[in-house]
């Protein structure tokens, strides 16, 4: 089992940024994927950001340009960097991790509000 833990949510103004963090009980050398899907009230969960064990890092379209995903694997953690935020941008985050062989892992969620 592994164990995903998110921080770096909470209230911002739109243009201001924010800087999640999502830490894992397992290493990430070798994760076949991490990133974030996000889900805000009424909608589906949708895709943020996500590396791949084949080094791309797709991006929603909504936020290319402005969020920026990275890793430390000595750290087995992953960074959501979101610059220019706006109110659409309200969301519960998740983080998400997948190892081959495995089920796919989520976070608890961390809020992020964007007030306008």
């Known amino acids: 089992q592994v164990q995903l833990v998110e921080s770096g949510g909470g209230l911002v103004q739109a243009g201001g940024s924010l800087r999640l963090s999502c830490v894992t009980s397992?290493?990430?050398?070798?994760?076949?994927?991490m990133g974030w899907y996000r889900q805000a009230p009424g909608k589906k969960r949708e895709l943020v950001a996500l590396?791949?064990?084949?080094?791309?890092?797709n991006y929603a379209d909504s936020v290319k340009g402005r969020f920026t995903l990275s890793r430390d694997n000595a750290k087995n953690t992953a960074y959501l960097q979101m610059n220019s935020l706006k109110p659409e941008d309200t969301a519960v985050y998740y983080c998400?991790?997948?190892?081959?062989?495995?089920?796919?892992?989520w976070g608890q969620g961390t809020q992020v509000t964007v007030s306008s």
């Open positions: 590396f791949t064990s084949g080094g791309t890092t």
């Open positions: 397992r290493s990430i050398f070798s994760i076949n994927a």
């Open positions: 998400y991790a997948y190892y081959t062989g495995s089920q796919p892992y």
